[in-house]
């Protein structure tokens, strides 16, 4: 069983950065992809980024691009969300996931794809 554990939330001022991170554990690691996903309240989660981990390209929802960036450690089996120039409505639960499924990965910005998920993190952003 694979486990993801995501750190790096918590309350901070418009404009400002933080780095968020999603470590995997567990058996041997089969990602195809990794993506972060967020949910604020009352809305549906949507898609922020994914990264494939075989040559790292990387892929944004528009909301986010030229903002945030997303990077992995292959070698700690993690992946980070580098998110700067925070604005109030990037507020939300920030979640990451993975797929295993070869197929599945090209279709990294449908959550129903992603078959683990971390606990996900608060990102507070204040005016």
């Known amino acids: 069983q694979v486990q993801l554990v995501e750190s790096g939330g918590g309350l901070v001022q418009a404009g400002v950065s933080l780095r968020l991170s999603c470590t995997a554990s567990g058996r041997a690691f089969v990602f195809y992809t990794m993506g972060w996903f967020r949910q604020a309240s009352g809305k549906e989660r949507e898609f922020v980024a994914a990264?494939?981990?075989?040559?790292?390209?990387?892929y944004y929802a528009d909301s986010v691009k030229g903002r945030f960036t997303i990077s992995k450690d292959n070698a700690k089996n993690t992946v980070y969300l580098q998110m700067n120039s925070l604005k109030p409505e990037d507020t939300a639960v920030y979640y990451c996931?993975?797929?295993?499924?070869?197929?599945?990965?090209?279709?990294?910005?449908?959550?129903?794809?992603?078959?683990?998920w971390g606990q996900g993190t608060q990102v507070t952003v204040s005016p």
């Open positions: 990264i494939r981990w075989s040559d790292g390209s990387t």
């Open positions: 996931g993975g797929i295993t499924n070869y197929y599945r990965s090209a279709y990294y910005y449908r959550g129903g794809n992603y078959e683990y």
